[in-house]
């Protein structure tokens, strides 16, 4: 039996990873929003948002023992809900050439909040950005994808295991060179069992928990 949630949803909110963590009581709590007014990526960054937009948060309580990767977990839904897009390792969701949207994950002992930026709609998109649609979807498009998004993520979290074949086909990440911080670079090879970024370089094989992560190019092509 699928387990039972709250769904909240709003035209506008400060940031749905805070009212979704205030309104969290004995069950899940999603919260979708078209406009926060006070959004954040990771690590504290603001989000660059779209004029169609969503966010979405999904707090819960979970064991503290509980170590699943929540957001490539969270990256696995977005493409269940939206078949057109990719994932780049870790949090990013990919449409075509360009970032569409952003996951952020916040915890704090047995509570997970599991957020969700995506670009809708966005026809002037600066460089490195991308969206949905090529048409607007109109005010009723957030509650349409966030509800996909948040019925996907507590299918996913419902399970036995996190489904780790669906994200490795997703991830774009796979099979390029890339960079990481401070100083890394290498050719990405696996994502391992518990989310982490298997990575090779000349001299050893290493594995990324987090970090910002650039693609360059793919694994042994030339450069220009």
Request: glycine fraction near 14%; proline fraction near 6%.
């Amino acid at each position: 039996m699928a387990t039972p949630y709250l769904q909240l949803r709003l035209d506008t909110a400060p940031s749905t990873q805070d009212v979704a963590r205030d309104a969290l009581d004995t069950l899940p709590v999603l919260v979708i929003a078209g406009e926060q007014t006070a959004g954040r990526g990771r690590g504290g960054n603001s989000w660059l948002t779209a004029p169609r937009a969503l966010a979405a948060s999904l707090a819960l309580r979970v064991d503290e023992a509980d170590r699943r990767p929540f957001s490539l977990i969270a990256g696995v839904a977005a493409v269940r809900a939206n078949r057109d897009v990719s994932l780049k390792w870790p949090n990013d969701v990919i449409r075509g050439e360009g970032k569409a949207g952003g996951i952020l994950v916040e915890r704090s002992g047995d509570v997970v909040v599991i957020g969700m930026g995506l670009n809708l709609f966005w026809p002037d998109a600066p460089s490195g950005h991308a969206a949905l649609n090529l048409e607007d979807p109109g005010p009723d498009g957030p509650a349409e994808v966030g509800g996909l998004w948040g019925a996907e993520l507590m299918r996913i979290l419902h399970g036995e295991h996190w489904p780790i074949e669906e994200y490795r086909a997703a991830c774009e990440t796979l099979g390029l060179e890339i960079v990481w911080e401070p100083n890394g670079s290498g050719v990405a090879i696996e994502v391992a069992d518990d989310g982490g970024l298997v990575v090779e370089t000349a001299s050893v094989r290493s594995v990324l928990y987090s970090g910002e992560v650039r693609h360059v190019r793919p694994a042994g092509g030339g450069g220009g």
